[in-house]
């Protein structure tokens, strides 16, 4: 089986004249570049390894400096590069949280087994992620991300369980 890579970053500009990169982080743990020593980078569908000398976090970015870009014009070449880390590199999540990637695409069942079709996409709104749940063709149906309506998500089997309020 093919190594699976999730991006965390991607190189958006650079930072200077010292070879400094602008990332946006792809990844709702942006401190985590501050720990890392090396990143894959995947430029044009090649994929190479890069070691970071520097990281820091500025306004909604992270400024990396690697040892392999001496300067802007090595920078430049990597504009809009996406940095990448294998499965085993993602930052644990607690009991009960799950990434966005691992759901999209899950079946979603009521609590009687009836498929109320596949999990597109995830909303964030201000209080609770929605699940945006629709049969191939089919109306989407919106399911808040709550507790008391998804009643069970198996990642590994692809299923997810949930109950609708009375007023959906």
Do not use: C
């Amino acid at each position: 089986m093919a190594e699976e890579y999730i991006d965390i970053g991607k190189i958006v500009n650079t930072q200077g004249n010292r070879g400094e990169l602008r990332i946006f982080p792809l990844t709702d743990f942006p401190g985590r570049f501050l720990d890392m020593d090396t990143v894959l980078v995947e430029l044009n569908g090649e994929k190479r390894k890069y070691t970071i000398e520097t990281a820091r976090l500025y306004k909604k970015f992270v400024i990396i400096k690697f040892k392999e870009t001496p300067d802007m014009t090595a920078a430049e070449k990597l504009k809009g590069a996406l940095l990448k880390v294998t499965r085993e590199e993602l930052v644990e999540l607690p009991e009960g949280s799950y990434y966005i990637f691992d759901l999209v695409g899950i079946n979603v069942y009521d609590p009687a087994g009836n498929s109320l079709g596949i999990l597109e996409e995830v909303i964030h709104t201000g209080a609770n992620d929605v699940y945006v749940v629709a049969e191939q063709g089919g109306k989407p149906v919106l399911v808040p991300a709550l507790k008391s309506v998804v009643k069970e998500i198996d990642v590994p089997g692809r299923r997810m369980v949930v109950e609708m309020p009375e007023e959906y």
